[in-house]
């Protein structure tokens, strides 16, 4: 179990990451003891953030990349680093603060850009490579602000890379990848077998992924080397408990941010309208008891989580669009929902699709309930008249029956869910 006794400065500590990662449900409180505890580990050196699309994978990364800079410190030296980090536009840490940390996005990256990117390039690899570059592990390991100089957070981390949605690595680089996570050696492109050009990455490798990575998308032996410790983040649905302070925190975000990109329109240019821009200013307000009611209602799992959030509220603060016309004009975003597309399979049929993984016939029907139950969830929270329907039949009130439909699928047992 996780004390925060493997890190300094523990008030300091509980309270940034009640900052980035808000929530008072059991699920998110196991998400922050995961964190600080593999922040504090020596050993966790791959660390793999496994969620739904919008529920704070991204900002998961980066507390862990920050603390475990804090980890080896003493308290007061700890503290003053929380003191100095800096949060950007969307409340997640500012990552021009953690130089030791470096984030590379996977998705849609030309192979040949990938392979530059993650291992860097010699000099003359190819036509136009008049410099040699760094690539992301580099780059952490030296500290990525300070070109050519070691910066002492690279130094004591050895640097932290977030690979961003890992599931989306072009098979063909996925082997390059086994080595630099095995702190064997690896080559900047062109330099390949040249001890110029050798380099060895003992940092801390962290990946996210919205997609289901037991599948064919990664190599298993790179699955394996990827995935020792694992932090899965959960849906909103699966916390309805955290949407008040979720709602409160992105509200924070939204307005601070409005604020400011007026502040600098009116900076911009002197000819600027000098009454409409500031009684703009000043009618940024807080959500209505009402918005923020009529959003609660909404099953955000299906809408971006936090980032479905964050884009409605952004439209009620920013741009005074109504919270009705914002709720009737959200689509659903399937991705990172593997239930979207499922329509009414039964249970054996669902037995039918599971892929092998050493489970006996008992584990595969719980996984399969569990999906049973989400897909009704979500019927049911997507189809108002059949809500209605059910609510008559079953003679519990709305919004009883609404509080019910969410808890089908609430996650009951930390780690025990079956996949
Ligand atoms: N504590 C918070 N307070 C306010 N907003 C937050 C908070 N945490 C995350 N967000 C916002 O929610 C959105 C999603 O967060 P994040 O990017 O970390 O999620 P993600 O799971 O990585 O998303 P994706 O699947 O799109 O990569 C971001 O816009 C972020 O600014
Ligand atoms: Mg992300």
């Known amino acids: 179990m996780t004390t925060t006794s493997g890190l300094p400065a523990g008030a300091a500590v509980q309270e940034l990451l009640k900052r980035t990662v808000p929530g008072t ?60 980090l800096r949060f950007d536009e969307t409340r997640r840490i500012d990552i021009r603060y953690i130089p030791w940390f470096v984030e590379l996005a996977l998705t849609g990256l030309v192979e040949t850009l990938a392979d530059s990117q993650l291992f860097g390039v010699a000099r003359g690899a190819y036509t136009g490579a008049t410099a040699q570059r760094a690539g992301v592990f580099e780059l952490a390991m030296t500290g990525r602000s300070r070109r050519g100089s070691e910066h002492i957070g690279a130094r004591v981390t050895g640097g932290v890379v977030f690979l961003d949605e890992i599931g989306d690595l072009s098979p063909t680089i996925q082997p390059k990848l086994l080595p630099v996570l095995s702190g064997g050696l690896f080559y900047r492109v062109g330099g390949e077998g040249s001890e110029e050009h050798a380099l060895e990455f003992h940092g801390t490798t962290i990946t996210a992924s919205w997609k289901d990575l037991s599948s ?62 500031p009684s703009r200013k000043d009618a940024v307000a807080r959500l209505s008891s009402d918005a923020r009611r009529r959003l609660s209602e909404v099953a955000w799992g299906r809408h971006g989580n936090l980032r479905g959030i964050a884009a409605a509220v952004e439209r009620i603060i920013a741009s005074g669009t109504d919270v009705e016309r914002v709720i009737e004009e959200l689509s659903p975003i399937g991705a990172g929902d593997d239930t979207v597309d499922r329509t009414e399979d039964g249970m054996l049929d669902l037995l039918l699709d599971r892929t092998w993984d050493g489970q006996g016939l008992a584990g595969h029907v719980k996984a399969a309930e569990v999906q049973l139950r989400r897909d009704l969830r979500d019927r049911l929270l997507d189809d108002a008249a059949m809500r209605q329907r059910l609510s008559q039949q079953l003679r519990i009130p709305d919004r009883q029956l609404l509080t019910q439909i969410h808890q089908l699928a609430r996650r009951r047992h930390r780690g025990k869910e079956p996949k």
Do not use: M, N
């Not at 699309?53 to 003493?74: D, H, Q, W, Y």
């Not at 064919?216 to 949407?243: C, G, H, N």
């Open 216 to 277: 064919a998308t990664l190599r298993p032996d790179l699955l394996s080397r990827i995935a020792p410790y694992v932090i899965t983040v959960p849906s909103l649905d699966d916390r309805r408990e955290d949407f008040d302070d979720l709602l409160s925190s992105i509200e924070d975000g939204v307005i601070a941010s409005t604020k400011q990109s007026i502040a600098a329109v009116l900076e911009a240019d002197r000819f600027v309208d000098r009454d409409y821009w």
């Open 25 to 84: 449900s059991t699920a998110i409180q196991h998400v922050r003891e995961d964190i600080l505890d593999f922040a504090a580990s020596v050993t966790a050196k791959a660390i793999l953030i496994k969620g739904p699309i919008g529920v704070g994978k991204s900002t998961v990364a980066r507390v862990i990349g920050f603390l475990k800079r804090v980890a080896p410190l003493e308290r007061i030296q700890a503290e003053r680093l929380i003191t100095d």
